[in-house]
């Protein structure tokens, strides 16, 4: 991934506050997934599948209600399906980015908060929606996985 030093250990701050409280860890995948979009690298097939299975259960997730805690799941069972072709990241990533979100309070806040980055993160990325929705059908995956 494609971070700055700062931005990378505030990303490690968030997971460790994740891993702390069983509450957050309903979200996790969904902190994984966004920050995964926000940060693409590379052209190599690893970095491509890697964006366009995290950008597929963004989709599941904000899209179809898709529970978060099934994201583990879901990934394995998006490995070796669809094939996937890379897609030009977004210009602007969203506004939004990991300081938004609070390391500790309120778990039901932090998921308010990370769902609103989520959101923001999807959104920069609207050119592939149609691209990344196909995918998600070709992969047989239903919103209640």
Known sequence: MTCSPAC????????????????????HQLIVDTYAVQHPDGDDPRAIQSVGIHLM????????????????????????????????????????????VPLDGDPDMARVVAYAWAEDVWTAWAAHHQTVRDWVEKSGLSAQE
Do not use: I, K
């Open 8 to 27: 990378w250990a505030r990303y490690g701050d968030l997971l460790a506050a994740q891993y702390a409280n069983p509450q957050r860890m309903t979200f």
């Open 57 to 100: 259960t963004l989709c599941l997730f904000l899209e179809r209600g898709t529970d978060p805690a099934l994201g583990t799941l879901l990934h394995r069972r998006m490995l070796d399906r669809p094939v996937f072709h890379q897609l030009q990241p977004p210009s602007s990533r969203g506004r939004l980015t990991t300081l938004e």
